[in-house]
């Protein structure tokens, strides 16, 4: 009994020690991940160990909501603001275009750093490269490890985008990382992080975003691209480009859990956060010439339908109160800010004009959402708007004229689900060292939770948002097949009047066009910060200025 009673008191006085530090946070942002890439969601097609024992000790966020495309959902990210409201609700930013995520707006890091965190980014960035300021370490990075522009070939590292190529990796301000060249950038970006987290002094809060790669598309003569011994894991998938897609999502997994090791191995783990997410919904059937599945939700990536804005996403946390369960709160990725800024101590009412959330309560203790309705996006370029309040939501238009409004990708649950894995994975064995990993049992029935099955007993009813507003009731039907606008009329109604509302506070987009002077061909073949530099003619540039660094 006095044993007993040791520990207890033992473990208590760790908790309390755990909860009076700042926590370690780390983002592991996925690069266009549909919601059936991962086993936790009911695909046996390509495992994912780590990042399911991530879901299952921690919580799957059934509900979480980000923006259809990469550069409007990292400045939600960063800015805790929706897109609508920072200019950044059109498309993405091009390496040869002249803008980024407005220097008015303070973002996480820069938060984080004035509680003391130590901020390092690893990966992808695509908020802005032009000119120096908009660049990770003049917006709150002590330090970049990547590229700054949308895409890079994985081997490579390069980028080919409207008509232009060029290098983008480097380490900090390095203009381009020449030793990296034809190492695959899953395993640097794993190398980097897990470097990082043996350095960090852990007297000092870590704040790491690992913003992957994978699983985006790469260039279009090679779109698709893994080691081909990791490829040949995956010959039992009859379609070459899924197979490919195999060996990308293999790597993004191992990636996740040697980070999770080298968290619990250097003593970080039980006083950390850490969130896997995707930035948008995948790319499948071909669309960006990729492989992904968002079954069974309806549309890809750049589409307002569930499978472009619904995110697959997981948190895992010591700190969590109620652990192992699957999270059906409304989550909008601009919540992230006021919520980890929150649990790291710092005082929200600085945070002023957001559109997030904390949900930090709400997410431990399982408590209602302090969020009712996402506006997933109103883009005037495009003519498209969408939003859900409560069960109800609105589309508005759509992308592609429509080509890509369907369902793809309907049989991936062929096989066996291999939980043996989960539990022997670097993820699982370090949580496990916590004492945290739930048993088989446990793990089967959150993975049966986690996976949609809709309804489709009754009648479809046609939409098409090109000719008038779309209603669906989303929480009976997830997958989107039944156009309700006919039959609520009063309800469409409400929500055509709330869009409204919202239309009010939109403040323009920021796009500009390409400026030639960007074009990597005038800086040594790189993508470069070139609004540095006054060029009056891009035919001339002095070829010392091609060497010139960040």
Not at 474 to 494: G, K, M, S, V, Y
Request: aromatic residues 10%.
């Amino acid at each position: 009994m006095f044993v007993r009673a040791l520990l207890a008191a033992s473990a208590l006085v760790i908790c309390t020690a755990r909860e009076s530090n700042p926590p370690h946070i780390v983002l592991i942002i996925a690069d266009d991940l549909g919601w059936d890439d991962v086993g936790f969601h009911g695909s046996n097609e390509i495992p994912t160990p780590n990042i399911d024992a991530l879901a299952y000790a921690g919580v799957v966020l059934q509900h979480h909501y980000v923006a259809p495309i990469c550069t409007p959902s990292r400045a939600a990210l960063m800015t805790g603001k929706y897109p609508i409201h920072t200019g950044m609700q059109h498309n993405v930013i091009y390496g040869a275009e002249p803008r980024g995520l407005p220097l008015s707006e303070k973002i996480l890091p820069q938060y984080l750093q004035e509680l003391g965190y130590k901020t390092h980014l690893v990966g992808k960035w695509h908020l802005g490269s032009y000119k120096k300021e908009y660049l990770p370490q003049h917006r709150g990075f002590d330090t970049h490890t990547g590229f700054i522009t949308g895409k890079i070939d994985m081997y490579d590292h390069t980028n080919a985008e409207r008509g232009m190529w060029g290098f983008d990796f480097r380490r900090d301000s390095a203009t381009v990382s020449h030793d990296l060249f034809g190492k695959y950038a899953t395993d640097v970006y794993t190398e980097e992080a897990v470097k990082l987290i043996r350095k960090h002094n852990s007297s000092a809060p870590l704040f790491l975003v690992v913003a992957h790669s994978a699983v985006h598309s790469g260039n279009p003569y090679e779109p698709i691209r893994a080691p081909e011994d990791i490829i040949a894991k995956f010959s039992h998938i009859k379609d070459r480009q899924r197979q490919k897609f195999g060996g990308v999502m293999w790597k993004l997994d191992e990636s996740v859990g040697k980070v999770v090791e080298a968290l619990q191995v250097n003593g970080l783990l039980q006083n950390s956060i850490i969130l896997f997410t995707t930035d948008n919904g995948g790319a499948a059937a071909g669309f960006n010439s990729n492989a992904a599945s968002n079954f069974p939700l309806r549309g890809v990536k750049n589409t307002l339908w569930e499978g472009g804005v619904r995110g697959v996403s997981a948190l895992f946390s010591p700190r969590l109160v109620s652990k192992s369960r699957i999270a059906n709160q409304r989550l909008h990725i601009s919540d992230w800010l006021p919520t980890l800024y929150g649990v790291a101590g710092g005082d929200k009412s600085k945070l002023e004009n957001i559109d997030g959330f904390d949900q930090w309560e709400s997410l431990s203790n399982d408590f209602k959402s302090k969020r009712s309705s996402i506006v997933h996006n109103i883009d005037h370029e495009w003519n498209i708007a969408g939003i859900t309040v409560n069960q109800w939501k609105l589309i508005s238009g759509t992308t592609y004229q429509g080509n890509w409004d369907g369902w793809y990708n309907c049989n991936r649950r062929d096989g066996e689900y291999q939980i043996d894995l989960v539990e022997n994975s670097y993820a699982g064995q370090a949580i496990a060292k916590l004492g945290l990993m739930p048993d088989k049992s446990k793990m089967i029935t959150l993975r049966d939770a986690a996976s949609l099955k809709c309804k489709n007993d009754t009648a479809p009813i046609i939409c098409n948002p090109l000719k008038a507003p779309c209603l669906f009731n989303i929480e009976e039907d997830p997958c989107e097949f039944r156009n309700l606008a006919d039959l609520n009329p009063d309800i469409l109604q409400q929500m055509l009047t709330e869009l409204s509302e919202v239309n009010r506070t939109v403040v323009p987009p920021n796009n500009k066009p390409i400026d030639e002077r960007g074009n990597p061909k005038y800086w040594g073949q790189v993508y470069f910060n070139f609004g540095d530099f006054e060029l009056s003619n891009p035919d001339s540039i002095d070829s010392e200025l091609c060497k010139a660094r960040i």
